[in-house]
């Protein structure tokens, strides 16, 4: 009897300490739990160590405090021109009120799909095929401004709904295929003419430049030329100048040289009529005959009867 009362109470012991330890409890980060006793809400656990009863107290649900994502079928919809389309919606949400969503709503998920659903057929029944395939972000925005608001009693909130596909019908889906290759076309036909137009134009501006600037070289060249010419007929004249001056000065120096040497009137007549001839072997159109022509004429008359005898 000894040894069986001993295993006895070596039971029991373990059997307490089994429940004593199953009585502590520790929530991880991000995480709640909510507590019952006797069937009924008693607290909400959030992150540490607790301790509860045993038998009476029991933890009901394990709540995941994070950001959560329900990616929900397809919906058929119908837009304000009745056109019916399959729309697939993603949703962001969080669990604010641990409690309200474990004692308000029978199934929270389901409850926000089928609440996104009807949303959703609210909002695009209230646009038209173009505008719900252009105003995501004004779908975005209403169905997350109504979900949040109906799923508040169920301590939920929603962050965010994205629109995932906006499936049209397959003759809609044609009709916009043909659209956009005629607008694909219509644009490329656009920016063909627009290339050939602005080619056009360069090679317009490019002729104009060069005419211009053949123009400027031609205008340059003349410049130049006339420049040149000019020049050459300084240079001619100022030669032909500096050519008489050095006859004209080499005939002064030679009458100076015969005055110097004294020699008599005559004989600069005779010089003066040697410069008279060799003036009228020149392409000299007009020769200027000096005053005393006669007494020069009389002194070579002299000269010769002289030379005679």
């Known amino acids: 009897m000894g040894d069986a009362t001993v295993g006895i109470v070596i039971a029991l012991l373990i059997v307490a300490l089994f429940i004593i330890v199953s009585c502590f409890k520790i929530v991880p980060q991000a995480h709640a739990y909510v507590i019952e006793r006797l069937g009924a809400y008693v607290d909400t656990w959030h992150v540490g160590f607790h301790v509860k009863w045993p038998f009476i107290d029991k ?176 240079r001619e004249a100022e030669g032909e100048a500096a050519a008489i001056l050095k006859v004209a000065q080499a005939r002064a120096d030679g009458i100076k040289m015969l005055k110097e040497a004294g020699a008599d009137d005559a004989v600069l007549q005779m010089k003066s009529l040697e410069t008279l001839e060799e003036v009228a072997k020149g392409n000299a159109t007009k020769i200027i005959i000096p005053s005393d022509l006669q007494g020069i004429a009389g002194l070579a008359t002299t000269f010769k009867e002289v030379v005679s005898k």
């Not at 969503?101 to 926000?112: H, K, L, Q, S, W």
């Not at 252009?134 to 909130?157: C, F, H, Q, V, Y």
């Not at 060249?221 to 006339?226: F, N, P, Y």
């Open 59 to 234: 933890v009901a649900r394990r709540v995941n405090l994070k950001e959560q994502v329900a990616d929900f079928a397809p919906q058929p919809v119908i837009t304000k021109d009745n056109v019916t389309m399959r729309i697939d919606t993603v949703v962001f949400f969080q669990i604010t009120d641990p409690k309200l969503f474990c004692y308000g709503v029978e199934n929270p998920i389901m409850a926000i799909e089928n609440l996104t659903s009807t949303t959703l057929r609210n909002v695009i029944g209230e646009l038209d095929l173009d505008q719900t395939l252009t105003s995501r972000e004004i779908i975005n925005t209403k169905m997350r401004a109504s979900l949040d608001i109906a799923t508040d009693p169920w301590g939920i909130k929603v962050n965010r709904v994205e629109l995932k596909n906006i499936i049209p019908p397959a003759a809609i889906q044609d009709a916009m295929e043909k659209q956009m290759k005629a607008e694909r076309e219509r644009r490329e036909q656009v920016t063909r003419a627009e290339g050939e137009k602005k080619s056009s134009i360069l090679v317009a501006e490019g002729n104009k430049e060069s005419a211009i600037l053949n123009a400027e070289a031609e205008k340059q060249s003349a410049i130049l030329k006339a420049e040149a010419q000019k020049e050459r007929m300084m």
